[in-house]
């Protein structure tokens, strides 16, 4: 019988050895939740609650992965949330991050006024409202609402966004002050990360090429690495972080910055291919005209251009669009027309480099 034991205890053991190491988990925080809220989600199809928060998952799983299927996936989520439970807030906090995610930013107010009714206190909706606004160019409302989310909940969402707002105005102190208030309350890794990025870019935006560089390391972006080395002159290693990002993440504004690395490098075939991946990204993720006319602009058909910016400006008068018109009717030959735009876009103050740039081209 002890020699039995003894063949059974080592069989035991050769056959733990013998099984394959369990792999580590290399999903990310919010794959993972998506992944326990579809789990839910087949367990309760009727849950509306369950329904709403994979929907507004998938919304945010869209944006860092951009990957518009996502977005068909939230729709059908947050639709069946509200025909399960019509009128529920958190569906309709979903719908309005659905909409602002797509551009469709009047239909993200309508959203949000519709949650506020629902949801008075809710912080999302009042985030959800900010995003939508700024991008309409009602800077008033926008600044309301704004204040009522550092009020209802101050931390990582609403001090960004605070950042944002600030940037937009020139209050560039005002703004670092913010994101580091940001990074203060950030608890998970990727909310350092997302502070750490934004943080990186003020740097970049004011010239401080050293520190924008310090932040992007500690956020482990790629686009902020290649970015220092497309700047410090090492474009293969730009080339390198760019290629890496766009097989992971491309977005557009990723695409466009990768193709005029590759530009930079000489091999221009091969930009011109990332600029047209990048518009035809744009359609894809939701239309955007505005993204869209700067692109054609910079690397493409002045004429369709305009036609881009005009669309765009056609929804909504922003800082944004006003800054798109005015490079595309220069990109036109059209400056004097192009400096009441211009006016426009600078009117609250912004100071992105970009912009600034363009005003001192059209004069």
């Not at 929907?55 to 939230?74: C, F, H, Q, W």
């Not at 309005?96 to 309508?110: K, P, Q, S, V, Y």
């Amino acid at each position: 019988m002890r020699m039995l034991l003894v063949v059974l205890a080592c069989l035991l053991t050769v056959t733990a050895c013998a099984q394959p190491e369990a792999q580590p988990d290399k999903r990310t925080p919010l794959e993972r939740s998506v992944a326990a809220l579809q789990d839910k989600a087949r367990r309760s199809p009727n849950n509306a609650e369950v329904l709403a928060q994979l929907g507004s998952a998938y919304v945010e799983l869209a944006r860092t992965k951009a990957d518009p299927g996502y977005y068909d996936r939230a729709r059908k989520a947050l639709d069946e949330s509200l025909r399960i439970t019509p009128g529920n807030g958190e569906a309709m906090i979903g719908q309005g991050a659905l909409a602002n995610a797509r551009h469709e930013f009047a239909a993200a107010r309508d959203w949000a006024v519709k949650a506020q009714a629902e949801r008075p206190d809710s912080a999302e909706v009042q985030g959800v409202l900010v995003d939508a606004l700024t991008q309409l160019g009602d800077d008033a409302g926008a600044s309301v609402a704004l204040q009522r989310m550092l009020d209802l909940r101050p931390g990582v969402a609403s001090f960004t966004r605070a950042s944002y707002h600030f940037e937009l105005h020139g209050r560039m102190d005002e703004a670092r002050d913010a994101l580091k208030q940001a990074l203060d309350s950030a608890s998970a890794p990727e909310e350092v990360a997302f502070c750490e990025l934004h943080l990186g870019d003020l740097a970049w935006g004011a010239g401080a090429l050293d520190e924008a560089s310090e932040h992007y390391e500690r956020a482990n972006s790629l686009q902020g690495k290649g970015k220092v080395a497309a700047a410090r002159g090492r474009t293969d290693e730009a080339i390198t972080h760019y290629a890496t990002l766009v097989s992971q993440v491309p977005a557009p504004q990723h695409l466009v910055e990768y193709g005029e690395v590759l530009e930079k490098a000489g091999r221009r075939q091969e930009a011109a291919e990332q600029y047209d991946l990048a518009l035809k990204q744009l359609r894809l993720l939701g239309g955007d005209d505005l993204t869209a006319a700067l692109i054609a602009a910079d690397h493409g058909d002045p004429a369709e251009a305009l036609r881009f910016a005009e669309a765009e400006w056609a929804r909504r008068q922003s800082v944004f669009t006003a800054d798109a018109m005015a490079w595309a009717l220069h990109v036109n030959k059209r400056d004097a027309e192009a400096r009441p735009f211009m006016a426009k876009a600078l009117a609250l103050g912004w100071k992105d480099k970009t912009v600034l740039r363009h005003k001192e081209v059209i004069g």
